[in-house]
């Protein structure tokens, strides 16, 4: 039986790397950012709710999606089909 030694090679940590993938997702946060503002006024401004109900249903949106992307995660993390990981 022929036994082979895998090497794992782990590369270095670096800072133009982690700079790079921040620059990346600044515009989606951005994005991210301003809708979340923009919708806000609206619901206050247009719309006429007051402040709290509309805190309240962030509040309830943040929990269900903190719930929500921790139940999806796991289920792509467990999807192992004939073309490969988390495809359908």
């Known amino acids: ?34 809708f979340t503002f923009l919708t806000f006024t609206y619901y206050f401004a247009v719309v006429g709710i007051d402040i709290v109900p509309i805190s309240i249903g962030f509040i309830i949106w943040s929990i269900w999606n903190s719930l929500n992307d921790t139940f999806i995660g796991y289920l792509s993390d467990k999807t192992h089909t004939r073309w490969g990981r988390r495809f359908p």
């Open 1 to 34: 039986m022929v036994t082979e030694d895998l090497k794992v090679e782990r590369s270095k940590f670096s800072y133009k790397k982690a700079v790079s993938y921040s620059i990346g997702q600044l515009s989606d946060i951005a994005s991210y950012q301003a």
